[in-house]
């Protein structure tokens, strides 16, 4: 069956990086798009980004754009998301998800996605 098991989360100060990994199993990972999103305390689920299952394009929320990198390795099935310049207002649970297809998404559509993981908590506090 699908899997998603995100890992990398924790504490990072503002102005900080993390980085967090997704680990996929049960589905042929090449052929799929991945995305990451995000659920603030209080608020609902947030799209923050997602790669095409070549590597040929990477789409960012406004939010996140040029702060952080979402990158995937087809040979380990694995998708990182890479946060730099991390602010208070990312602190959230952030999931790893994967897409129905590998291209032609309707961004920021969460319905695009079919399987999620069970998150893993990104927390930035000075």
């Known amino acids: 069956q699908v899997q998603l098991v995100e890992s990398g989360g924790g504490w990072a100060q503002p102005g900080g990086s993390l980085r967090l990994s997704c680990a996929a199993s049960g589905f042929i990972f090449s052929h799929f798009a991945m995305s990451w999103a995000r659920r603030a305390p209080g608020k609902g689920l947030e799209w923050v980004s997602t790669?095409?299952?070549?590597?040929?394009?990477?789409h960012y929320a406004d939010s996140v754009k040029g702060r952080f990198t979402i990158s995937r390795d087809n040979a380990k099935r694995t998708v990182y998301l890479q946060m730099n310049s991390l602010k208070p207002e990312d602190t959230a649970l952030y999931y790893c998800a994967k897409a129905r297809r590998g291209y032609n998404l309707r961004l920021s559509a969460l319905d695009e996605n079919d399987y999620w993981g069970q998150g893993t908590q990104v927390t930035v506090s000075s």
């Open positions: 790669i095409y299952n070549d590597d040929s394009e990477t």
